[in-house]
């Protein structure tokens, strides 16, 4: 008996569907076979992606030892984003003992190698004077090195302080400038109302000639780039 053309075409398609799931799925499995491989021979960058897959959960349960074991191999070859996800760890208190002295240091070494990230969790702890002394000052530098390299929380926090003036003389048009950068630079899952509302705390302190002039300055701003890793 001849099938339905549309039989035959919808059946042709659901084949054509398993086989490209087939091949996707061999080629993800091919691929954390591979990365497994450059791990276990000591490969910085594939350890801590391989922490990451514990940590995330991804193809595996979460199991924070093995990404804090992952990170902390990775780390130790001086990779900042291991570095900066050992601190993350350490404050968080997950798959280490919490330890906001050890996260201060792990920290600060990602951000003495430029990581923004990291640079941005270091000014959070002075802020808050968790594993280090309170140092407003500190905060606002560190926030400053990730702010121009584009990191939209450090840039927010950074218009925080000049609209408040803690660490730094305070200055409605820096924190305006700030804040409207934060604003352009976030992606959605960085998205904080608050940022809007600080920033139009601080447009009231400015005339129209002085915010059209910071908005020039937004509109001419590009921020730094990174040292790839």
Not at 35 to 49: F, P, S, T, V
Not at 65 to 86: F, L, T, V
Not at 185 to 194: H, V
Request: with cysteine; charged share 20%; hydrophobic share 40%.
């Amino acid at each position: 008996m001849k099938l339905p053309v549309n039989f035959r075409i919808a059946a042709a398609l659901a084949l054509m569907a398993l086989f490209a799931a087939t091949a996707e799925s061999c080629a993800s499995k091919c691929e954390l076979v591979s990365l497994q491989e450059k791990a276990l021979q000591g490969d910085a960058k594939a350890e801590y992606r391989y922490g990451r897959l514990y940590e995330n959960g991804w193809g595996r349960p979460v199991n924070y030892d093995e990404a804090a074991k992952w990170y902390r191999k990775s780390a130790d070859q001086r990779y900042p984003k291991a570095q900066n996800s050992m601190g993350d760890l350490c404050a968080r208190g997950l798959g280490v003992a919490q330890n906001y002295a050890l996260a201060a240091n792990w920290y600060r070494k990602a951000a003495e190698q430029g990581d923004a990230a990291a640079q941005t969790n270091l000014g959070n702890l002075y802020l808050q004077g968790q594993g280090v002394t309170p140092d407003d000052s500190a905060a606002a530098a560190w926030f400053w090195q990730a702010a121009k390299l584009g990191n939209a929380t450090a840039q927010a926090k950074l218009g925080n302080l000049y609209l408040t003036g803690r660490g730094v003389t305070q200055n409605y048009a820096e924190a305006y400038f700030w804040l409207t950068l934060a604003e352009k630079s976030n992606s959605d899952e960085q998205k904080d109302s608050s940022w809007l509302n600080e920033r139009d705390d601080a447009a009231r302190f400015l005339t129209p000639l002085e915010i059209s002039a910071v908005q020039k300055r937004v509109s001419g701003w590009t921020h730094q780039k990174p040292t790839e890793t």
